[in-house]
């Protein structure tokens, strides 16, 4: 059963990649322009713009590593979910105006227009030994982990741990290959929303049968001890050793959502994809609402795993994929799993797309492509996906020996790319007259210093703090070159109008509903709700009014002092 289950999933995965990919092959711009390949024409609507970024962002490196975290620590590591959805309200207000006024393909090449080519190139190729060495690595392991063992390739064919983990790699690896290269983004984003659906009831089964299983078949009973058995389990407010220490660290990990959100050229590729301004605003205002809802979806399952499973003296990593197995019935494990195997495409097949753009306009068109045709320029990106894909799925079987755990090795690997671009996007977009070689200099102390941190010197602090220092350090070393040799004239934000620029009406009220869903989350998962030995009560309910009275003030203020 569960083999037919998922045979049936990829078949209808090919069939919506089949028909989107015949369906642009008409027409003279049918994927011969770079628009119509890398940004599906700019024709996304507001619901696949949101549904596209959610599951290139839910990807089976969340659904295990982070409940992983769960099980071993608490929930302090819902950071990385709930404040996604106030910095994509953000990036909805303040970022996507002013990169759909500029027309752009690719981040690198608002730092072309701020600064210069070098510095885009420099950007571009850290793009994409990011995706190389991290993202479609640990999406890839991830995947595998959770696929080899629902399945048991392990037993089926007679192979080690190890074995399983590399044979389900390159299956799933050159299935997504193909599938990205061939259909472009259109094709990727409708695809997302269709594996949205997929994975969102195949998520949201897991926890629901174990409750059951908790409750010995009593579903309210089973929530009932679920949120009263282990209350230290459900403190978000993370302390000294936690996944994500409150104070300090929460600043350090906005400026990691920031870039991830707003300056991701495999995330916000979506966002310029979009038919007009209001369509991506409402995309991304889906997408941020939606991030306050996932850790019930990847780290919940991980206390489930605890109070069910226990220690058993397996990896943490491990106990996504055990709980599935205990609590799922045989028929729905399938499901599961072609859920899982569509979240593993979405950000598979993302993610090369977007390596592919980079390359193809940022480093292939101004070297070696110049008088060549956009159809010469998409086949080189294409050949360059090869490369890309080969790569990871030789690197992705080698982070089982990560001593950190999956998703921390993720998040400190990236923390070599992520703030360092976004330190200079960020200058770029608030300086006028800090010059180019301000954010050549600025990018490469911050790696450098970071590196140093990481591999030699081994602080006790956690790396979130390490960013953030070095966040304000940079910030003031490129304003201080920009004193010394400033720009000979102030940067001006042009405006290329490729789509329409009419802003969404009511996105200030979706941004403070968005707002209000992540205060709401932290006053449930913390010592004020469910962390607490009494549990919530009256005095959760009075915090959440406040909360929402704060909420509802500061929308009348911005709408009265932005709108009007």
């Known amino acids: 059963m569960q083999f037919v289950t998922i045979l049936t999933f ?7 990649g089949i028909y989107t990919y015949k369906k642009m092959q008409k027409g003279e711009s049918a994927n011969h322009s770079e628009d119509s ?15 596209s970024l959610l599951l290139t962002n839910m990807n089976p490196t969340q659904f295990v590593g982070m409940s992983g975290q769960a099980f071993s620590q608490n929930m302090s590591n819902m950071a990385y979910e709930v404040t996604s959805g106030f910095v994509l309200a953000l990036v909805a207000l303040l970022l996507v105006p002013r990169y759909l006024k500029q027309g752009l393909t690719t981040i690198p090449q608002f730092l072309e227009y701020r600064y210069d080519a070098q510095t885009k190139s420099i950007v571009s190729i850290l793009f994409m030994i990011l995706f190389i060495i991290n993202i479609i690595p640990t999406t890839l392991y991830a995947g595998a982990i959770a ?3 629902v399945f048991d390739v392990q037993k089926i064919f007679g192979l080690s741990f190890a074995q399983g983990i590399w044979l389900t790699v390159w299956i799933v690896g050159i299935i997504g290959y193909f599938y990205a290269i061939l259909g472009g983004l259109r094709a990727i984003a409708i695809s997302d929303t269709f594996n949205g659906i997929v994975l969102a009831v195949g998520g949201a089964l897991v926890p629901i049968f174990a409750l059951l299983q908790i409750g010995h078949g009593d579903f309210c009973a089973g929530f009932s001890h679920f949120v009263t058995a282990t209350p230290e389990k459900f403190n978000a407010i993370g302390a000294v050793g936690d996944a994500v220490p409150f104070n300090g660290a929460i600043v350090g990990l906005l400026l990691v959502n920031f870039y991830y959100w707003g300056t991701d050229q495999s995330i916000i590729q979506r966002a310029l994809a979009a038919k007009s301004l209001e369509h991506s605003q409402k995309g991304v205002m889906l997408c941020g609402l939606l991030k306050t809802f996932t850790p019930l979806l990847v780290i919940i399952p991980g206390i ?6 226990g220690n058993d003296g397996s990896p943490a990593d491990t106990m996504y994929a055990k709980l599935v197995i205990k609590v799922l019935p045989t028929w729905l494990i399938g499901l599961f799993s072609a859920a899982m195997f569509g979240s593993i495409l979405s950000v598979y097949n993302g993610v090369l797309n977007s390596a592919a753009t980079l390359f193809a306009i940022n480093v292939y068109k101004p070297y070696w492509g110049k008088g060549k045709s956009q ?5 080189a990106g294409k050949k360059f996906g090869i490369v890309i894909a080969i790569i990871s799925m030789i690197i992705s079987p080698m982070i089982m020996y990560a001593p950190a755990g999956l998703f921390q090795f993720t998040q400190t690997l990236s923390g070599f790319f992520n703030v360092p671009i976004f330190t200079i996007i960020f200058m770029g977009y608030v300086t ?9 200099i600025g990018l490469f102390f911050f790696i450098f210093v970071y590196g140093v941190l990481q591999l030699v010197i081994q602080p006790q602090m956690s790396f979130l703090y390490q960013l953030l220092i070095l966040f304000v350090i940079t910030c003031a070393l490129m304003l201080l070159i920009g004193k010394i040799w400033p720009r000979s004239s102030d940067f001006v934000l042009e405006s290329y109008s490729v ?4 802003q969404w009406q009511h996105r200030f009220e979706a941004a403070w509903f968005v707002t209000f869903l992540v205060i709401f989350w932290y006053i449930i998962f913390s010592p004020l709700g469910l962390a607490n030995s009494a549990g919530a009560g009256w005095h959760t309910l009075a915090w959440i009014g406040v ?18």
């Open 547 to 564: 909360a929402a009275l704060f909420c509802l003030i500061g929308c009348f203020i911005t709408k009265k002092k932005f709108c009007c």
């Open 304 to 309: 489930m795993a605890y109070q069910l499973i």
């Open 499 to 502: 789509v329409e620029l009419k």
């Open 375 to 379: 159809k010469e320029i998409i086949h």
């Open 432 to 440: 006028k007259r800090v010059p180019a070689i301000a954010a050549k």
């Open 10 to 16: 990829f078949l209808a995965i090919a069939i919506v």
């Open 147 to 149: 696929l080899s063992q």
């Open 37 to 51: 390949y890398f940004l599906g024409g700019r024709s996304l609507t507001w619901g696949v713009v949101g549904m």
